[in-house]
Every structure is written in C-alpha cells, then in structure tokens.
C-alpha cells in the first residue's frame, strides 16, 4: 500500500540546534513527496515538496531531498528559531488514488 | 487570494445530535478533499470530490456520514449521529485537479474542531 512512517516526537530542541525529521514512505508507484507544517490553532500548510527522485526540496531554510534508493525523505534545518515551534508532517501523493497520505505528525519545540 | 474557508471553527454537540461542517474552496479548484484528523495523527482521507462527483469515498462511513458538493464548489459534511469517537478535527482542502503530474499541491483549511461529549 501508499504509506509514511515518521519520526516520533515529541522532539525538543534548543534555539540554533540542527534539526532532523525522519521520514520513509513504501516504494510503490512514482509518489510527489512532501512536507506539511501545522502551527497551533491553525490548519496544514506547505513548506516544502519534491515530485521526484534527487529533487531537493527547501523553504524558510528547512530542507529534504528525495531518496529513492533509501525510500526517505528526511527534513533537517540548520538553525532552528522558537518561532518553528509546531507540528510537522511527512506525506506523498498516492498515484492511483490521487490524494495525500501523511505521516503521523512529529511535534518540534524549540526552547529560548 | 481567499484560501480554504472552514465553518465553523469549533463546535461542540451532544452525542447523537447531527452536526454539519461546510467548506469554500479556492476559487478554480475542481478537486475538494475532506480529511479527519484525530488527536495526535495524521489526516486522513474521508471523501475526495472531482467537481461534483465523488470519486473515492472509500472511508467514509456511510452509516452516518454524508457529504455533498453542489454544484462543484462549495460542499458540506455531514454526521449524524455523531458518536463520542467522532471527535477530532475535519479539514477541507482543495487543488486545481487530481494530484498527479505537474499538479501536486493541496491547499488546506483551518479545519472545525468538533468535540462530542
């Protein structure tokens, strides 16, 4: 099936950390990969995506690039602010299906 | 540019009541998706909509959940009746078409949180 396993969190880091995400999904079909960030109160938005293998992807600093070869898709930031406090979510494209399945979600804290 | 418009925000209703969630998508966006997302996970697919036709409505439990998009913009959701375990947080979201190709990206809503008690 078109599933993503994500790194459980909760993960918390201090301000200027270096911070990965882990991210595998299952190797059927030619998936668009993606990373959704979902602050408090508020709904999921895009911040990054790849449509195929070797992409990178990047925004607001964070990064991923698409691995064929291991089937991941791992997010990593340099230097994380409080202000990338929130949830994130790995998810890929289902070809057939035409929708988005997501990971379970890894809440980050970034403490002061 | 609107993004996807949710209502309500929260609402909170007694078990076997029915409750209804309506979504605005973007406007152009021929695809409109309904998630649920329960605490701590991930959303997951309700019913996936290609203009006014559901096109994959595999996990929505029809025994007490409907949904309707007219006219193939706006849609609603509805349950009823709601049970405790309905509790969680629905989201809209909406893209130009099918996501496969060089269309690959899905705009969300802020979502409704319900709560049954």
Redesign the interface.
């Known amino acids: 099936g078109n599933s ?1 396993t ?1 790194m459980e969190g909760p993960v918390t880091l201090s301000e200027e950390a270096f911070l990965t995400i882990n991210c595998t999904y299952t190797a059927t079909g030619y998936p ?1 990969l ?1 990373w ?1 960030v979902q602050y408090p ?6 911040l990054l ?1 790849a ?1 195929k293998a070797d992409d990178k992807g990047s925004n607001k600093g964070f990064e991923a690039t698409y691995r064929k070869e291991t089937t991941s898709f791992h997010l990593e930031k340099g230097s994380v602010q409080v202000s990338d406090s929130a949830v994130y ?1 790995c ?1 890929r ?1 289902s ?1 057939s ?9 890894t809440q980050l804290t970034v403490l002061p | 540019e609107a993004g996807v418009v949710q209502s309500p925000r929260y609402k909170i209703i007694e078990k076997k009541q029915p409750v209804a969630f309506w979504c605005n998508p973007i406007s152009g966006h021929n695809t409109l998706y309904w998630y649920r997302q329960n605490l701590g996970q991930g959303p997951e697919l309700l019913i996936r909509y290609e203009n006014e036709e559901a096109v994959d409505d595999s996990q929505l439990p029809k025994d007490r959940f409907s949904a309707e998009r007219l006219k193939g913009v706006d849609s609603t959701l509805k349950i009823q009746p709601a049970e405790l375990g309905d509790s969680a947080v629905y989201l809209c979201a909406s893209s130009l078409g099918p996501l496969t190709g060089a269309n690959t990206e899905a705009f969300f809503g802020q979502g409704t949180r319900l709560t049954v008690v």
């Open positions: 993503v994500q668009s993606f959704y109160g508020e709904g999921l938005q895009l995506k449509t979510f998810a494209t070809g299906a035409r929708q988005l399945t997501f990971g379970s979600g």
